[in-house]
């Protein structure tokens, strides 16, 4: 019986796919920081390419990939699709479950398929250098071999504790010649107003933006990148999806859902974008969720607003579900969801209806994580895990129903560097942490209105 589906590097798309163009609701403009009013393509361009530019605002269902990108692609795309046979057997389930493992390009997760694309342009426009942030340094990752790959400059403020408790990720950030700084930092306003107020703080995406963003904005010869939220970022992530259809045709077979973790949103809408139209123009029965921490439960406590993507309110605001852009969440291990807001796209789509969300607490995901590298062999990222648990949960489900459901997981990412995270948890040493609800309130009220 088959259970790893491959194609050929000759069908990797073509062509990203902008899901802006079958909205429901045509997606709120960003807003000028200061102003309040819509952004203009020209207020991006002291941090971003124009072609990046165009990218974000454009609402053209395909967008042709460059030649240069693919060729860089095809050195892990597309990735296998594999089905779960032992993992079945082992829950005694009559679903079908898939997994689409992205923690087979070098950098070890889906981040690259972004990254070459943005260093990529960032080259062509003649930048020397790209500053950027990450959470639990795999965005610092695949970005940092990026731009080795064009011979950009790249320095990552990374939240500091994933920077304390993922060491080898700074690590791997060296080799391929990037400079790594724990974030809050001193080498910028931001994030030394942030360690006056809070010195002790484990840091938050939100920090490590404002950072990168003034970081970017104060050297004539830098630009800034974004691993995740932005449109343009989701869309490169559609190569995702779009590999996802084509070999599940192969089996003859089609998702009645698909889970995927999410913190600002790359992976899961990269996964899942493709299957929009499915959904709303052929009317298909497929149901998309994005799974999140507890700790950090942007998309189902949060609420659908204008907030700053950053935390010294240096970006434009953006329509979305957020905790507040001052939200610090605990130091959980998924340290790749820890965001305050999620990317406008998604937001949309939840907000209309379109794509569920569910929480999940760090040691049940650390069960399922376990399950899966026991039965399926590959250790999974705890950010990846979140999409494990409800795939699981669903495959169980189907146990006492009958039901023959195909279930499939995004897995965005391998946990081989998030080893001190799976010590914590056989040691017995992660907490439940569930973010009250009065914090939120309070970080909700700091919200600006315009």
């Excluded at 069960?367 to 990222?381: D, H, K, M, N, S």
Aim: glycine residues 8%; negative net charge.
């Amino acid at each position: 019986m088959q259970t790893k589906i491959l194609l050929d590097e000759e069908e990797m798309p073509k062509r990203w796919y902008n899901v802006a163009a079958d909205l429901l609701t045509p997606l709120d403009p960003p807003l000028h920081p200061q102003t309040g009013k819509p952004l203009s393509p020209t207020d991006l361009e002291a941090i971003f390419p124009k072609e990046l530019i165009r990218q974000e605002m454009s609402t053209e269902r395909w967008i042709n990939i460059p030649d240069e990108v693919r060729e860089i692609l095809k050195l892990w795309r597309p990735t296998p699709l594999f089905r779960a046979h032992r993992l079945e057997e082992h829950l005694k389930t009559p679903a079908k479950i898939y997994y689409k493992y992205e923690g087979v390009s070098p950098a070890g997760s889906h981040k690259p398929n972004t990254a070459v694309a943005q260093a990529y342009f960032n080259m062509k426009a003649g930048i020397e250098r790209i500053a950027t942030e990450t959470g639990a340094g795999q965005w610092g990752s695949a970005l940092s071999m990026a731009t080795s790959f064009f011979g950009l400059a790249c320095r990552v403020y990374m939240v500091r504790a994933s920077f304390d408790q993922k060491p080898y990720r700074k690590s791997i950030m060296q080799v391929w010649g990037a400079e790594c700084v724990a974030s809050p930092s001193e080498l910028t306003n931001a994030g030394r107003m942030i360690l006056k107020e809070h010195p002790d703080t484990g840091g938050s995406l939100g920090i490590a933006i404002s950072e990168a963003v003034e970081d970017a904005a104060t050297h004539d010869n830098t630009n800034y990148a974004l691993g995740s939220v932005l449109n343009h970022v989701l869309l490169h992530q559609t190569v995702e999806g779009q590999e996802l259809k084509e070999q599940l045709a192969i089996v003859d077979d089609y998702p009645d859902v698909i889970y995927g973790c999410v913190g600002g949103g790359s992976n899961f809408p990269g996964m899942c974008f493709p299957f929009v139209p499915d959904k709303l123009k052929e009317k298909k029965e497929i149901r998309m969720v994005a799974c999140e921490p507890a700790a950090c439960p942007t998309l189902t406590k949060g609420i659908y607003t204008y907030d700053f993507g950053d935390t010294a309110k240096l970006t434009p605001l953006l329509k979305m579900y957020t905790l507040g852009h001052d939200f610090i969440p605990p130091s959980i291990h998924a340290g790749g969801l820890r965001y305050h807001g999620d990317a406008p796209l998604l937001c949309n789509l939840v907000h209309d209806g379109v794509i569920e969300a569910m929480s999940f607490h760090q040691n049940e995901v650390f069960q399922a994580a376990v399950t899966f590298a026991r039965t399926e062999g590959i250790l999974p990222a705890p950010e990846s895990s979140h999409a494990i648990k409800p795939a699981i949960d669903d495959a169980i489900a189907c146990k006492k129903t009958g039901e023959e459901k195909t279930i499939v997981i995004s897995l965005s990412g391998h946990g081989h560097f998030d080893l001190s995270s799976y010590d914590a948890y056989f040691a017995g040493n992660l907490v439940d942490y569930e973010y009250p609800e009065e914090l939120v309130k309070q970080s909700l009220a700091k919200i600006p209105k315009f």
